[in-house]
DNA sequence: CAGTGGTCTAGACCACGGT
DNA sequence: CCGTGGTCTAGACCACTGG
């Protein structure tokens, strides 16, 4: 059981410099769950006290949580473990009219167990021959559909989720994957290729055979990079603009 | 004149944190020339002296001048302004073969003065009527023609560069503008979107009409935002795989 | 070796939010 | 009003770079 204290310190690499131990720390009680989104983190002065350490050395920690988007804090009131809202993510960039920014609702057509593929077993770093839960889902602005997607999560962890109707998955999954399945999925990264339509791209989403089509594929993990999901993402690429600032 | 003192500081909003107020006087001292890419600048202990705050202050203005970018600092050597390189630039994520990650070159071809038109005389920031000089050029990989684009620069700064032949531009432009017209790139926002070859790209590039085409328009700023150029840059889609890292 | 940035301490006072 | 995080100070010692 890792604790907020020089007990739970104890167990980190003593070469880091404090300030990345007691970020490490933290990270690791909102893995195991000893906090999850939403909850407060004890004040500076009481993570100074027990960590013994000063407290410029736990504002210092936590300044490079939040960057790292893993907390939010607020003056007077406190500092709070974020529900990561993957505002970076490719997929809020699909508009349709003007939801620009705005993430497409998700709904679920189906819902399987299978052998994973190879590729699908590297990302997820699974064996040969491992079972894997496969979705299958559409994605909405304004009730019309702008992408489409398949999901591959570990059985191992998921499997609870292999009885569950189709309909009953909810629009937003990573909450879910949380209180269902007790796995919390903090950051990812998305890789975005182009590609040309094909009959299930044009079933889903209209268009013709041959249509620009915008893939994005997404490795999600947990906040300490353990794999948990694989996603690859189709949408008609007149839907999609993406904006990025430079220096 | 602004100068790294306490001098230079009072001309910045009183009301902005001590920190805050030095990185502003730093971004100021390097976008009028008082520093420019690769300069170093004086030492945090004879910044803190110079300004009149504690040694903690001015490290902590340097510390959120390095996460944008603006300067580079090494231990046992010094603070320097940043060459910006723009490696978040879309343009990084063209590909042929395994050159991942590898600018492509550029070449001039034409070079025209020109009437702005309405979008680009409105993302310069120019009156109706303002003449701009506006470049064409191919982008390569190894030989390989990948991208083309179109540039626009207000005659007001860059009038100098239209006697310059085609030929006598180089790879580089943003360090030539600086040498040349005195004018620093530092930040720019690019945006993606995705069309169809017409005939301009495939005489560039290859391919077929109506291939996927990747589109990125760029509007690149000094440090405070001031524009300096407009570009948009159109690649085969077949070369393009963009890499993002999300929580 | 002298000089630089990197880490850390132990305080002080201020600004803000909720009771 | 109290407790929170935000700013700032004035030191200390360490780690690295270069001559």
Redesign the pocket.
Known sequence: MTSLNAAGLASIDAR???????AQLVERVVEFGGLGPGD?????????ADC????????????SL?EDGVIE???????FVRQPDFHASLLRFFRFGDGVGTLPEGRVLMVNRELADAATAAVLGLGTDSEVLALRRVRSLRGMPVAWERIWLPSSAFGVLAGVPATDFPNLLYPWYQTRCGVLVSRATEELTIGRAEAEDTDLLGGVAGDPVVVIERRATTITGQPVERRITRGLATTFRYRVEIS
Not at 73 to 79: E, F, L, S, Y
């Open positions: 880091l410099p404090m300030y990345r131990r007691i407060a983190l004890p004040p500076e002065s009481q993570l100074a013994g350490v000063a407290l410029g050395t736990v504002r210092r920690a936590l300044d939040r804090r607020h003056q007077g009131r406190g500092t």
